[in-house]
């Protein structure tokens, strides 16, 4: 079954370094990955995808990440870290198969919490 | 962008009742609706698909009779939790995908429901 792994409950960083939020995934084929961002009272954004091709995907706000098959890794990793991007980070794969049909659910990680340190 | 609106944003209610939650694209139609539930500190987990026109699907252990989804239009979702209870309490996220766009979902703010 599919999993995802998000060893990071809490990161604290301070504004102007660098970030990497660790994703893990587990599935037997290629997956569908996502990096998701909630913030209080709003809804989740999507902040990039990979599904095939270039294994470094750019996304909004600034944000890239990897695809490391070796690794079954996807982390995101922003250069230079904003106040306003304190928030909920959340990893998030989909079945290959059945994404594009009727189900096509995607599996959450239990999310990272960014705290920006002025 | 597509925008997906949820209504209400919070709801406190008796033990027993029954409470509607609405999902809205705004913006575009949604053949497949997801409901999701949050915990506290935890994930997103998957409750139910919605198409529209047909019956929901639900995940294993997601009591369908105690969740009611209807999608009647493209647009709409509702999330019917009937009888609530304490336990119930929680935090429902809903996502809509665009027909024709397989590949992204767009989700709502969420609705905290609080059971006394």
């Known amino acids: 079954a599919q999993s995802v792994t998000q060893p990071d409950i809490h990161i604290t960083v301070s504004e102007g370094a660098s970030l990497e939020l660790r994703c893990n995934y587990s599935y037997g084929a290629t997956p569908y990955l996502f990096w998701y961002v909630q913030s209080p009272g709003q809804g989740l954004q999507l902040l990039l995808k990979y599904f095939s091709g270039d294994t470094l995907v750019q996304g909004i706000k600034g944000f890239e990440a990897e695809f490391k098959r070796s690794q079954s890794s996807f982390n995101l990793r922003k250069p230079s870290v904003h106040w306003s991007d304190a928030a909920e980070y959340f990893c998030?794969?989909?079945?290959?198969?059945?994404?594009?049909?009727?189900?096509?659910?995607?599996?959450f990680g239990k999310g990272t919490k960014l705290s920006v340190k002025p | 962008g597509a925008v997906v609106s949820q209504h209400p944003s919070w709801v406190i209610c008796k033990s027993g009742t029954s409470v509607k939650i609405e999902c809205r694209s705004l913006d575009f139609q949604a053949t497949t609706m997801f409901w999701y539930r949050q915990f506290p500190k935890q994930s997103l987990m998957l409750m139910a698909t919605s198409n529209e026109g047909s019956k929901a699907t639900y995940e294993q252990g997601v009591e369908k009779d105690k969740f009611l989804i209807n999608h009647a239009s493209l647009t709409l979702s509702t999330l019917t939790v009937t009888s609530a209870h304490p336990e119930d309490s929680s935090f429902y996220i809903c996502?809509?995908?665009?027909?024709?766009?397989?590949?992204?979902?767009?989700f709502g703010p969420g609705t905290r429901l609080l059971v006394l």
């Open positions: 996502s809509a995908r665009l027909a024709g766009r397989q590949e992204t979902q767009y």
């Open positions: 998030a794969v989909a079945a290959y198969m059945n994404y594009g049909g009727s189900q096509g659910n995607l599996i």
